[in-house]
């Protein structure tokens, strides 16, 4: 099995990487700048905007992880450029090459003025919160477009917030560890014939207010919990819309600013 990354120097595949290796798995590495191979690790640059790249890329490929993308706000243009006709060129380009199953990291922020409650459900209609959650919604809904029109198994993860420790004191809800990011792509490779699915990246975190049913559902099984570093964890916690929206401070964040 060969499973191409996208974005594979950023941090959400750095993490993954090695929690992905199998026996008989190839990791096909993908990025603009060349990440170091590890062993049955194969590195390709190039864009994720550039047709040519992708076609290059999706040759010969059981699985698209597409994480490539600005992973935080940008102007209007480099958003729709990168992040959503990235991801357009990317399935195009799966869709072309026969590649069967592609799993998108969306995010927490296509639905960041979502108000916080609990159990929110992961195919919660879009509230972005920043041009960013505006490029998550579009890829999901591009998503949705390649499954019905062509039969791709799509597997849309919105992501909370996946470092190696949870980001200050809203981190300890929307948190998923390394571990069980690890676990929940896994079972988004290997479930058989998801069709098409919007699933909550989040570990079982005692403050979690994202569901985990949609992505039990395809026998992710979380088992960490922020709340283990939450004697560590110092800072204010969030207050005004940091706090009642779920998008925390992308809710007050300047429009088409990077930051
Ligand atoms: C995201 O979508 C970002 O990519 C990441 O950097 C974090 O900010 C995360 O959301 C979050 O909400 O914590």
Redesign the pocket.
Known sequence: MRVLLTGAAG??ATLLRPRLRRDGRVLRLLDVTAPQALAEEEVLTGSVTDPEAMAVACHDVDAVIHLGG???ENSWAETVEVNITGTQTVLEAAQKAGVPRVIL?S???AV?FREVTEELPAESTPRPDTF??VS?AAIEALGSLYHSRFGMDVVCIR?????ERP?GV??LA?WLSPDDAGRLFEACLTFPSPGYRVVWGVSDNTRRVYSLAEAEALGYRSLDDAEKFAAEITGPAPTGAAAKYV????TTTPLGIPN
């Open positions: 941090g959400v600005h992973s935080r990291a995010s927490n922020h960041g960013y959650g998550k992501i909370g917030s996946c470092f980001p809203r981190g929307t998008g925390g401070p992308f």
